[in-house]
């Protein structure tokens, strides 16, 4: 008689799936394995770079901050060349290599050029001189040739001329003798010839201005004045009108002052006006203001 537990039992599709994919992922796994243990033997027997030299430098300066920051001395044997470019540095690039010792560096001193007085060679380009100049020292003090004096010209306004004195006298004369326009003439000849000294051209510019009051800026038109002459005033006219169809060629206020007129609406027809003839040229002696 067979036991319950030798029964046999129906075994159902999810058993049945379990068992398959068991057994099918087994073969598989013991291949990886094999794998991975061969890649590891492999890169432990793999002979390293820094085998032949010594630990890494990773090493290094790790063995170095565990041994209180100090840097690990430089092997002197160690020396660098410089090898051909590949393309991708430059010839200057140094290639760490195994030699002998490294010849220690002397100091670079800069030395001034030297100074010299010899003349440089003259130049053969007569448009391009020689730049190799250099100066030279200047020569000993108190060496210098005494400068001579200069002598100052005497101020040409100290004094007049006697031409220009006897001028300035007869102007004088004539203003005396109320010769306006005569007087005016002769000063002012006495006056713009330069030959004045400052006071006497003071006085004959202080007797011109005297006898224009009179002549220019006066109501009164002086017989032979060849810039004054004398106009009617007729019915209708205004000071703009007259000057300008006189052609007095000034401003009709300047009409208005001279006249003594207060009013230029106020002119009143049959009264004399005295008119200008202009326009006047002036001459500023800078030297006087």
Do not use: C
């Amino acid at each position: 008689m067979a036991l319950p537990s030798q029964t046999a039992r129906p075994m159902s599709r999810a058993t049945a799936m379990y068992r398959r994919r068991r057994a099918r992922f087994g073969p598989m796994l013991v291949v990886l394995l094999l794998i991975a243990v061969a890649g590891i033997g492999a890169w432990r027997l793999w002979p390293r770079a820094t085998d032949a030299g010594g630990p890494p430098d990773d090493d290094r300066m790790a063995s170095a901050a565990l041994d209180g920051g100090r840097a690990p001395a430089i092997d002197p044997s160690i020396t660098s060349r410089a090898l051909p470019t590949d393309g991708r540095g430059t010839g200057d690039d140094p290639v760490i290599e195994m030699g002998g010792a490294v010849p220690p560096r002397r100091p670079v001193v800069a030395t001034p050029p030297a100074v010299t007085n010899d003349a440089p060679p003259k130049s053969a380009d007569p448009i391009r001189p020689n730049p190799g100049y250099i100066v030279a020292p200047a020569s000993t003090p108190g060496a210098t040739a005494p400068i001579a004096p200069v002598a100052v010209p005497a101020d040409p306004g100290s004094s007049s001329s006697a031409s220009a004195k006897a001028r300035l006298r007869s102007g004088l004369e004539l203003q005396a003798a109320r010769r306006w326009v005569e007087a005016r003439s002769v000063l002012t000849a006495a006056y713009t010839s330069s030959e004045l000294s400052a006071a006497d051209r003071s006085t004959a510019r202080q007797a011109l201005e005297s006898i224009n009051e009179v002549l220019v800026f006066g109501p009164t038109v002086v017989p032979g004045d060849p810039f004054a002459f004398e106009y009617t005033i007729k019915s209708g006219d205004w000071l703009e009108r007259i000057v300008r169809t006189e052609k007095g060629a000034t401003d009709w206020r300047f009409v208005q002052r001279i006249n003594r007129i207060p009013r230029p609406e106020g002119i009143q027809a049959g009264r004399p006006l005295k008119l200008i003839r202009g326009p006047f040229h002036a001459v500023v002696s800078k030297p006087d203001y």
